[in-house]
């Protein structure tokens, strides 16, 4: 990006260390529009360059969530889940393909917020998260699958309250407050009591422990390999 006030960077160096939602998602649609998102050559250079770049390390935790055999969702623009499961990227914008999926009538994994490689499909600013909030074919697959399969959460952090996810999580606790049926969220023993102090009982989401360290996710994931016809939708984020 060229053209910039001498202090810009150092501003939103400082917006990004608060950590405020309504900061990031400030910061993250003024470096989206300067490189010209959705369809600038600059926008997909950077997507190419950054996301598009990274490889997986450590493959363990991606061959565990392969090996579960069930439909994967995740928020990650990048290709490391399709790179170790030998899978497609399908995007938000795609529904034909992701209703396949979600029916199991072809193999991809789900990009809710888009994939680099088709920059357009990126969800990044808050003009990207207005798209995605628009567009009834998405937010109607998002809330079929929470309502007729159960969820596990995988590595989600702070995500989980980002626009998107909020307002789906809002509709949960409208519509679903007596369900008898449970969601889960996986994280380390000790953060265990203060996640779950993030979900009221009307989202029917419970968070388990998978281990004292993060070298235990993969096993754990293992260990619930389904050996029956059904199986979760499994959402994950980088562990």
Not at 79 to 91: C, F, M, P, R
Not at 216 to 234: E, I, K, M, Y
Request: aromatic content about 8%.
């Amino acid at each position: 990006m060229t053209g910039l006030p001498p202090d810009w960077l150092a501003r939103k160096k400082h917006d990004l260390a608060v950590g405020d939602l309504d900061e990031l998602l400030g910061v993250a649609e003024e470096v989206a529009r300067r490189l010209g998102s959705p369809t600038g050559g600059e926008f997909s250079r950077w997507l190419r360059e950054s996301v598009g770049s990274l490889r997986a390390s450590n493959r363990q935790v991606l061959e565990a969530l392969r090996d579960m055999g069930c439909p994967i969702a995740t928020t990650n623009y990048d290709g490391t889940i399709e790179e170790v499961a030998g899978l497609k990227a399908v995007t938000w914008l795609d529904g034909a393909s992701v209703e396949r999926v979600l029916r199991r009538d072809d193999r991809g994994v789900i990009h809710l917020h888009g994939h680099w490689e088709t920059p357009n499909s990126v969800v990044l600013g808050v003009r990207d998260y207005e798209r995605a909030l628009g567009d009834e074919h998405a937010q109607t697959m998002l809330k079929a699958v929470r309502t007729t399969r159960t969820l596990l959460f995988v590595g989600f952090g702070e995500g989980l309250s980002d626009p998107n996810f909020g307002a789906f999580l809002r509709w949960t606790r409208k519509v679903f407050p007596g369900s008898e049926y449970r969601h889960f969220r996986l994280a380390l023993e000790r953060d265990v009591q203060q996640l779950q102090s993030q979900h009221p009982p009307e989202e029917r989401i419970f968070v388990i422990p998978y281990g004292s360290k993060h070298d235990d996710l993969a096993p754990f994931l293992t260990s619930l390999r389904p050996t029956g016809p059904t199986a979760p939708v499994t959402s994950s984020a980088p562990p």
